[in-house]
């Protein structure tokens, strides 16, 4: 056994691979120490790194189609021993154990194969739940005044820039670099432990709305204010470890302008949530759909057998109250509509795509916001979740459930199937 006062040793266990070699490599001419697992120890021993299988170091072997790996005290001890004080470096040279000063884990793909379509078996989805490698990475978190904590790819580079700042020492790394992976590795693992919960109640109760609520974002993206200029503000897109990838405002592509608002975000929301329910109506005469909001306050909203057709009919319910608007269209936005819009004045605008010669026309006003959202068909399943003073409440967004060949008009002013695909 290495003693604990001996070269740094790093533990490289990683299921995305993408750059574990060059880190390695790295890692190795500073003077490192590399011990490594199954899949992660083969890929850096075949790059010609000299490598310590944990095996080896542990004494025990791999065990239960490698469930058990790391879970032993020669590991979570040289992760966890306080190098400050005595007796834990004491403690740890009796029991011929060595420091653990860098580990570099990602886990497990439990999102991504759980969002696979058609759904994989529950029996293959639990071997999918990481043990090993989120023990490791909170034990490294917890100690990180001693140890780097390594997470993601992203970190290599930053990591190793730090490292060659301090010759490769890993106690010349600031300790407020420490704190900062520390941070990212327990809400790595607050998000996978989410999202394990949450696919297993879905998959072993079916609960018509969870009987939890656990939110996972990606990193925020600041805004320029919030509602009003005192107010700070960012947004946060629904962690996207899945192999769906981003979704809603988070996936749309936006074609010039200046950054969205916290404002925009709130109207592009509305519409989007309205064009949406437009899309259930199929019928050609009513294909085309346009919603106009502003301040969250449908301004209009119309369908219609053309695309022009829609966006004036929506205009025309309120055309004052439009000034400034954020507007959805749930068709691709033509050059006809582009030139019926004009030098109308708006925010944004949200549609599945633009003809080339209308992104053009309505980019001429330098302040406009066109986005493009691929995926404009509803989402039914989704729980929608609104916060209020002290709690949430919850609701599934389900399909429309209102049967319309039943609805019958009780007035003398008949209506017509347009206005009763709007209700």
Request: glycine share 10%.
């Amino acid at each position: 056994m290495v003693s604990p006062m001996a070269t740094p040793r790093a533990l490289l266990s990683v299921f995305q691979k993408d750059g574990i070699v060059e880190l390695g490599q790295a890692l190795h001419d500073l003077g490192w120490q590399l011990l490594s697992t199954g899949g992660t120890s083969r890929v850096l021993a075949e790059a010609g790194l000299p490598v310590i299988d944990v095996s080896e170091a542990t004494g025990h072997p791999e065990c239960f189609d490698g469930r058990v790996k790391t879970l032993h005290p020669a590991v979570h001890g040289g992760i966890l021993v306080r190098r400050d004080r005595q007796d834990d470096m004491e403690t740890l040279a009796e029991l011929g154990y060595g420091t653990i000063d860098l580990v570099c884990v990602n886990l497990y793909p439990f999102e991504a194969v759980a969002a696979r379509r058609p759904p994989v078996s529950d029996a293959e989805l639990i071997e999918m739940i990481d043990i090993g490698g989120p023990t490791m990475i909170r034990s490294a978190a917890k100690n990180h005044k001693d140890v780097l904590v390594v997470t993601s790819p992203g970190q290599y580079e930053g990591v190793l820039a730090a490292l060659g700042g301090a010759g490769g020492a890993p106690s010349g790394v600031e300790l407020g670099a420490r704190k900062q992976l520390a941070l990212e590795a327990f809400q790595r693992t607050a998000a996978y432990d989410a999202a394990v919960s949450s696919e297993l109640e879905a998959r072993f109760n079916s609960p018509d709305v969870p009987s939890r609520i656990h939110v996972a974002s990606e990193v925020g993206v600041s805004l320029r204010y919030g509602e009003n200029p005192h107010q700070p503000a960012a947004f946060y897109a629904a962690d996207s470890a899945s192999a769906n990838g981003p979704k809603g405002l988070a996936a749309a592509i936006q074609h010039g302008g200046k950054e969205l608002s916290f404002n925009n975000y709130l109207d592009l929301d509305g519409a989007l949530r309205i064009a949406r329910g437009l899309l259930c109506d199929v019928e050609d005469a009513r294909r085309h759909g346009c919603v106009i909001i502003k301040h969250t306050n449908p301004c209009g909203a119309a369908v219609d057998a053309t695309q022009v057709g829609a966006w004036q009919n929506a205009l025309a319910s309120d055309a004052e109250s439009a000034f400034g608007c954020v507007i959805a269209f749930t068709e691709v936005v033509g050059i006809a509509t582009a030139e019926a819009i004009g030098g109308h004045f708006l925010e944004c605008i949200i549609a599945p795509g633009y003809e080339p010669e209308a992104l053009a026309l309505l980019s001429e006003k330098k302040n406009r916001r066109m986005l493009t959202l691929a995926d404009f068909e509803p989402r039914v399943d989704e729980v929608r979740i609104r916060q209020l003073d002290g709690g949430w409440v919850a609701q599934v967004q389900g399909p429309p459930s209102v049967d319309w060949s039943a609805v019958r008009c009780v007035t003398k002013v008949t209506t017509s199937p347009d206005l009763v695909a709007l209700a």
